[in-house]
């Protein structure tokens, strides 16, 4: 087994809905994410892209075939367990930020770390300042999150996805919800990220720019990827 | 502190006013609770320490033989639990002092007092009343009973000193116009009166006492009454009164004379204080209860607008287990802020009632509110809080951990 290799998923099915409505939402899907690569996920509305961003995030179950993360296998876990796994190893970045609205942007950072119990209060306090001053946000450590602008939202959310060090982060259009140059940082930052720290970044997007600029395109259609072509 | 309980206090914070107000119900449930079960055993407890000082423990009376004894072949039917129906009662008790001599080798008896019991007619002026005469010896009456302590005019050296005189109740001593010194005329089965001069009144606190009881000295009574015999009953003070049944039970058969209990004997009235304590405690806890549907309402409300913190912390490896605890913690909260604020206004509001002037004249006799201060209620309002607070929390809980976090993710996505 290569010992880069982050992520892989093989010949995942999954189907959505009940009876009528029932559809066949990925139909085969298999994938291989090794660390220090990025890779786009693009294609139509409704053609299963953050269905198999859930399913690689242990979020939700496929229906068939199987994901590995550092070469064990992940996807049938108990709930507890696939929890523990997203705790540890897996990062999320929301469209939305999604961040907790009552807590700070420093708080925020540190609530992964307080569920994976490996850090005492003042080194939590200190590694998410830490990780908001990568991401240009070391003056609003207080500030609470829902004062910061959506540029800023989403940096702190890039940083709680950081927050654990993962070996995975996976994005659903991480910089849909920002204008030009917010979403050229937010890239710049976590492409920079994944090949210093040897991560793994899957990243949903509908911009064709932001996926030229990735190691991998992922082309799907119609539940299935229908072309993989890595940047030259 | 565990990251739920982090969180859940966070969350509490956020929706001051809603959890303000169920607290509110919590602590208004606890102290009413608290109070209502300090009035009903106030009184209940004041009923059974008058009792107890005017008739004792346990009461020993006349002698009984099974009705089959001496025959050569036993009658039929003769079951066990006829026991009681097939006895022969012989009035009276003749060898009271050699049973109070075996009685006080007893460690639970404290006192026993011989007592001829006997009704007449008593007259003062134009006044007549039908009275229940208690002939006693002074002193074994005095180490028996709380006698010396209920008289609220006279003294009992007066009565001791003095055989031709008596202690009347004083309900009774109001209805024939009677005070210490005056004196009073009863009416032998013989047809003649005899006078006797009041020596004391005595308010025991027991309506019934109070308004028929009159004491003489045992031997004076046996002359009065025509009675061949010293006593008619015996009665107990007990170190332990709650284990007067079992005694009671252990003295009829050792000494084959009817044996009854205070429990027994006052059953009746016991039941109704009882049924007063349930329906109060019933009616205080639909309060408490309608606190927890408040609590079920504020932790619903607030589960549903943070369906999309509860999809970001499960993203981010937060168990189902944690989801709920962090609902579960805010219940918690509001029951032991609720259960500890209730308890300390429940306290306040029952030292306010104890002080608050009533005439009760009737089954009991009390010129206030009369309360008892027991920890046990508190507990039991604190039990019966959190079980409410918990039944109303769990449920909004266990929804959070069940809410599938992608639906919420996959909906705020598109």
């Not at chain 1, 199987?66 to 540890?88: F, G, Q």
């Not at chain 2, 606890?30 to 209502?36: E, G, L, N, P, R």
């Not at chain 2, 006997?118 to 003062?124: E, Q, V």
Request: charged share 20%; net charge positive; aromatic share 8%.
């Amino acid at each position: 087994m290569n010992q880069d290799v982050c992520l892989t998923c093989c010949d995942i099915q999954r189907f959505l809905g009940e009876e009528e409505s029932r559809v066949h939402a990925l139909r085969g899907v298999s994938l291989t994410l090794e660390a220090g690569t990025v890779h786009a996920v693009v294609g139509p509305s409704g053609c299963g892209k953050s269905t198999l961003l859930y399913i690689l995030g242990l979020l939700d179950q496929p229906d068939g075939g199987s994901v590995t993360i550092k070469s064990e296998p992940v996807s049938h876990l108990p709930d507890d367990e696939l929890a523990r796994k997203r705790n540890e190893l897996i990062g999320f970045i929301f469209q939305f930020h999604f961040l907790l609205e009552d807590f700070s942007a420093q708080e925020n950072v540190m609530i992964p770390m307080r569920r994976l119990g490996r850090l005492s209060e003042n080194e939590m306090r200190s590694r998410a300042a830490e990780l908001l001053e990568a991401v240009g946000l070391g003056a609003k450590l207080a500030r609470p999150s829902r004062h910061l602008s959506g540029g800023e939202q989403q940096r702190v959310a890039i940083a709680r996805a950081l927050a654990n060090d993962p070996d995975v982060i996976l994005a659903d259009e991480p910089t849909g919800n920002l204008d030009m140059e917010n979403s050229q940082r937010a890239f710049d930052l976590l492409q920079r990220i994944v090949q210093e720290r040897g991560k793994a970044l899957l990243l949903v997007t509908h911009n064709p720019q932001m996926a030229n600029l990735c190691d991998w395109i992922h082309e799907m259609e119609d539940g299935q990827i229908v072309n993989a072509r890595q940047r030259v | 502190m565990t990251p739920p309980l982090y969180i859940a206090l966070r969350f509490l914070s956020h929706r001051k006013r809603a959890f303000l107000l169920s607290l509110c119900g919590v602590i208004f449930g606890v102290a009413i609770f608290i109070c209502t079960q300090a009035q009903t055993e106030g009184f209940a407890q004041h009923f059974i320490d008058s009792t107890l000082g005017s008739n004792g423990s346990l009461i020993l009376r006349s002698r009984f033989q099974p009705l089959g004894a001496g025959l050569p072949v036993p009658p039929k039917k003769t079951a066990t639990h006829h026991k009681a129906t097939q006895r022969r009662y012989i009035e009276g008790i003749t060898n009271a002092r050699e049973i109070m001599r075996v009685s006080r080798q007893f460690s639970n008896v404290a006192a026993c007092s011989p007592v001829l019991r006997g009704t007449l007619s008593a007259r003062s002026g134009f006044e007549n009343a039908t009275v229940d005469l208690f002939g006693i010896d002074p002193a074994l009456h005095l180490q028996t009973t709380d006698l010396t302590r209920q008289l609220i005019a006279g003294t009992f050296e007066d009565f001791r000193d003095n055989p031709a005189s008596v202690i009347v109740g004083s309900k009774l001593g109001q209805e024939l116009n009677l005070t210490a010194g005056d004196s009073v005329q009863l009416l032998s089965p013989g047809g003649e009166y005899w006078r006797f001069m009041v020596a004391a009144v005595a308010r025991s606190g027991v309506g019934a006492v109070d308004a028929g009881r009159v004491y003489a000295h045992g031997k004076v009574a046996q002359t009065l009454l025509r009675r061949p015999y010293p006593a008619s009953m015996i009665i107990y003070k007990l170190r332990d009164p709650d284990r007067a049944p079992a005694l009671a039970k252990h003295f009829e058969t050792l000494f084959q004379h009817n044996s009854q209990s205070w429990q027994e004997r006052e059953a009746g009235n016991l039941q109704l204080f009882l049924t007063l304590r349930i329906s109060a405690a019933i009616t205080v806890s639909l309060i408490i209860l309608l606190a927890g549907f408040g609590i079920f309402n504020v932790l619903t409300m607030s589960v549903l607008s943070k369906v999309k913190e509860i999809a970001i912390l499960r993203s981010m490896g937060y168990r189902q287990g944690d989801i709920s605890a962090i609902f579960l913690w805010q219940g918690a909260m509001i029951a032991a802020a609720g259960a500890f604020l209730g308890s300390a206004a429940g306290a306040l509001l029952t030292w306010g009632v104890s002080h608050i002037p009533i005439r009760v004249r009737g089954l009991l006799v009390a010129d206030h509110f009369l309360v008892a201060w027991d920890w046990r209620h508190y507990f039991w309002a604190t039990i019966l809080a959190v079980v409410a607070v918990f039944i109303a929390s769990y449920v909004p809980a266990r929804r959070a951990a069940l809410l599938p976090p992608v639906a919420t993710l996959r909906g705020s996505s598109v």
